[in-house]
Structure formats: C-alpha cells, structure tokens
Nanobody, 115 residues
C-alpha cells in the first residue's frame, strides 16, 4: 500500500524558510519521479517542483524558481522541498506526489506565510 506522509509545514515569515519532507513507503521509491504540488482555495492546483528518479534532474514552476529546491534521498525514501525567501503568495496546502502509473498523493501539509 502506497503511503506518502508530508511534514514540515506551518507558519513562516515573509523572507524566511521552511523545509517540507515527504516519507514514502509501499513502492520502489527510487524508480519514480516525485513532485510537489500546491493548492489554495479557488485556485487551480499548481505543480511546484519535480525530481526524476535516476539522475535527480529537477524542474520548477516559474513562481518558485530560484527560491525553492527539491531533493531526494533514495536511501531514506524521502523527498524534500526547501523553501527560501518565502512570500505570502506561497501560502497553500502542499502535496507530495509519487508519479506512479496511477499517481499517488499525500494528505497535504499547510504552509502559511504571514508576518
């Protein structure tokens, strides 16, 4: 059974940093691309960042490029999202996604950026 458990969300200050983690189990983690999405009420779900399985190639939404970094530790079956230079518009629920033949989503973690 695939499980994705996000952690690390919470309240961040504008200009500050947060680090999200996603612990994966139930599938061959190192074989699949992993992604982070986010969603705010009334807006479409946004792909924030992805990282490939083999070479760890990454891609980012323009809105977070240069501020966020996605990484993975295949030995720990964990994917991370380092979020720096936070902005109020980064406020959202962040979801970890395993890009399996049938994609699997975590339960989400709330990130709120406010002073």
């Amino acid at each position: 059974q695939v499980q994705l458990v996000e952690s690390g969300g919470g309240l961040g200050q504008p200009g500050g940093s947060l680090r999200l983690s996603c612990a994966a189990s139930g599938f061959a983690f190192s074989a699949y691309r992993m992604s982070w999405y986010r969603q705010t009420p009334g807006k479409e779900r946004e792909l924030v960042a992805s990282i490939t399985n083999t070479f760890g190639s990454t891609n980012y939404a323009d809105s977070v490029k240069g501020r966020f970094t996605i990484s993975r530790d295949n030995a720990k079956n964990t994917v991370y999202l380092q979020m720096n230079s936070l902005k109020p518009e980064d406020t959202a629920v962040y979801y970890c996604v395993a890009n399996l033949p049938r994609p699997s989503w975590g339960q989400g973690t709330q990130v709120t950026v406010s002073s």
